[in-house]
T-cell receptor, first 110, second 114 residues
Framework: GQNIDQPTEMTATEGAIVQINCTYQ??????LFWYQQHAGEAPTFLSY????GLEEKGRFSSFLSRSKGYSYLLLKELQMKDSASYLC???????????FGTGTRLTVIP | ETGVTQTPRHLVMGMTNKKSLKCEQH?????MYWYKQSAKKPLELMFV???????ENNSVPSRFSPECPNSSHLFLHLHTLQPEDSALYLC?????????????FGEGSWLTVV
């Protein structure tokens, strides 16, 4: 089984940095994904971590600690268009799909 | 712009109607999925197809019936639905199933059952 936890909502200021945390418990771990979903739109792939450490992609970075069952998504130089839901998803060993958290709704304010 | 397209984007149906959702992927992927997204709940997997064979049916009621005629197309046939089935239905695809395969989503079909 799996249990994936994220904060429900966060608010941050334009230009600032925000960190969205995700903790998970799975019977076997084979990678963690972050997706961004704007209201009324498809979730879009942001990042994938399978080994411990930080993966950087422009303004977005994702970190993984497998021993702690913990990941975070770091968004720098926030822009208004970053207001969206951010979904953490885990690939469990032997599973055919991803297991998703409920998502964190981020609101960026001026 | 997404490589996975879904139609219709919005659907309102009565509880006795029969309707279908359609999905097409233009990515050359071998696996396709149906997910259900309800407010304040995680994305719920409904069905997984790999090379046109159903590999997972996640305890979905029989009023939802999937069909995968080829690796590019996926349907979800709907019959005698309940109001609680109102949700966003997302189609997705990936190169294959299994770890390391990124799942790409369509825009979704908003379903309202009245």
């Amino acid at each position: 089984g799996q249990n994936i936890d994220q904060p429900t909502e966060m608010t941050a200021t334009e230009g600032a940095i925000v960190q969205i945390n995700c903790t998970y418990q799975t019977s076997g771990f084979n990678g963690l994904f972050w997706y961004q979903q704007h209201a009324g739109e498809a979730p879009t792939f942001l990042s994938y971590n399978v080994l411990d450490g930080l993966e950087e992609k422009g303004r977005f970075s994702s970190f993984l600690s497998r021993s702690k069952g913990y990941s975070y998504l770091l968004l720098k130089e926030l822009q208004m268009k970053d207001s969206a839901s951010y979904l953490c998803a885990v690939h469990e060993t032997g599973a055919n799909n991803l297991f998703f958290g409920t998502g964190t709704r981020l609101t960026v304010i001026p | 712009e997404t490589g996975v397209t879904q139609t219709p984007r919005h659907l309102v149906m009565g509880m006795t109607n029969k309707k279908s959702l359609k999905c097409e992927q233009h990515l050359g992927h071998n696996a396709m999925y149906w997910y259900k997204q309800s407010a304040k709940k995680p994305l719920e997997l409904m069905f997984v197809y790999s090379l046109e064979e159903r590999v997972e049916n996640n305890s979905v009621p029989s009023r939802f019936s999937p069909e995968c005629p080829n690796s590019s197309h996926l349907f979800l046939h709907l019959h005698t639905l309940q109001p609680e089935d109102s949700a966003l239905y997302l189609c997705a695809s990936s190169q294959n199933t299994g770890y390391g395969n990124t799942i790409y989503f369509g825009e979704g079909s908003w379903l309202t059952v009245v």
